[in-house]
Nanobody, 118 residues
């Protein structure tokens, strides 16, 4: 089992920045991939950023060049640095861990709200 706790969301003006954190606990050595997803009201869940065990990163087209995913292994934490935020970035952001356990959907955090005002 893996437990994930997100933090760092909040209200920010367009053009501003936020850094989200996701702290993992439990069977962290079983984690192969960490993802950030988001779900905006009335929209489908969207994959925002990915970081693999080997450190490879990938981003959704809508956030490329503005968002950066990183990790601190010593703190069992994955970060999502968001800059140049836009109102359309408003969503609940979820941390997701794909591990050798947890099935195809993996483990999920509770989500953190990001609201970008225009």
């Amino acid at each position: 089992q893996v437990q994930l706790v997100e933090s760092g969301g909040g209200l920010v003006q367009a053009g501003g920045s936020l850094r989200l954190s996701c702290v993992a606990s439990g069977a962290i050595l079983s984690i192969n991939v960490m993802n950030w997803y988001r779900r905006a009201p009335g929209k489908q869940r969207e994959l925002v950023a990915v970081i693999t065990r080997g450190g490879t990163t990938n981003y959704g087209d809508s956030v490329k060049g503005r968002f950066t995913i990183s990790r601190d292994n010593a703190k069992n934490t994955v970060y999502l640095q968001m800059i140049s935020l836009k109102p359309e970035d408003t969503a609940v952001y979820y941390c997701n861990a794909l591990a050798t356990t947890g099935g195809r959907s993996g483990y999920w955090g509770q989500g953190t709200q990001v609201t970008v005002s225009s």
